[in-house]
T-cell receptor
Framework: DAGVIQSPRHEVTEMGQEVTLRCKPI?????LFWYRQTMMRGLELLIY????????DSGMPEDRFSAKMPNASFSTLKIQPSEPRDSAVYFC????????????FGSGTQLSVL | AQSVTQPDIHITVSEGASLELRCNYS??????LFWYVQSPGQGLQLLLK??????LVQGIKGFEAEFKRSQSSFNLRKPSVHWSDAAEYFC????????????FGQGTELSVKP
């Protein structure tokens, strides 16, 4: 299995632009998670899906952030409009069950908003 | 409040020496505990996890961790460190029914001297 695949690996954009991050979970996994990693706040869970349905989005920082999972093999995290404070590494992870099971992480998207 | 504390931001050990990385947690429910490792530019990889039972758990790459409920600790150990162990290590806590809503510590960066 190729693992969790995220794209792009790096994204540099200007403040105010829309940014879309993509994730393909491991085939057969039914839970998907979006995390954000910054020096100041460490790793934070933004949102997670179970069977393509958003279960908990309490970690989404504000309305500029949105996430979708149209099918079991694809998810997007969108920031519109982007701001410099959104600069971070965004990780997608998937797991077989919703419970506190083993998470498989993608390699992340390094986002820089200028 | 739920939290994970890794007191050591950076540790340097000599190759072949033993290693202990500290982790303390504060969590209301029965905790599920994890150690993840992150190599530069990569996502997180699970080293080991504790759900219940034997409080000494074995993981991959020769790592082990011991759950001590009385001390709210879950320290990671390795008897002999290899240069390839240089990475950042994250302790995390979750609970049954909380999905992948893991709370991560700030991480400990491990450097290995030849």
């Amino acid at each position: 299995d190729a693992g969790v695949i995220q794209s792009p690996r790096h994204e540099v954009t200007e403040m105010g632009q829309e940014v879309t991050l993509r994730c393909k979970p491991i085939s057969g996994h039914n839970s998907l998670f979006w995390y954000r990693q910054t020096m100041m706040r460490g790793l934070e869970l933004l949102i997670y899906f179970n069977n393509n349905v958003p279960i908990d989005d309490s970690g989404m920082p504000e309305d500029r952030f949105s996430a979708k999972m149209p099918n079991a093999s694809f998810s997007t995290l969108k920031i519109q409009p982007s701001e410099p404070r959104d600069s971070a590494v965004y990780f997608c992870a998937s797991s077989f069950r919703q419970g506190a099971e083993k998470l498989f992480f993608g390699s992340g998207t390094q986002l820089s908003v200028l | 409040a739920q939290s994970v504390t890794q007191p050591d931001i950076h540790i340097t050990v000599s190759e072949g020496a033993s290693l202990e990385l500290r982790c303390n947690y504060s969590y209301g429910a029965t905790p599920y505990l994890f150690w993840y490792v992150q190599s530069p530019g990569q996502g997180l990889q699970l080293l080991l996890k504790y759900f219940s039972g034997d409080t000494l758990v074995q993981g991959i790459k020769g790592f082990e961790a011991e759950f001590k409920r009385s001390q709210s600790s879950f320290n990671l150990r390795k008897p002999s460190v290899h240069w390839s162990d240089a990475a950042e290590y994250f302790c995390a806590v979750g609970a049954l029914g909380q999905g992948g809503k893991l709370i991560f510590g700030q991480g400990t960066e491990l450097s290995v001297k030849p």
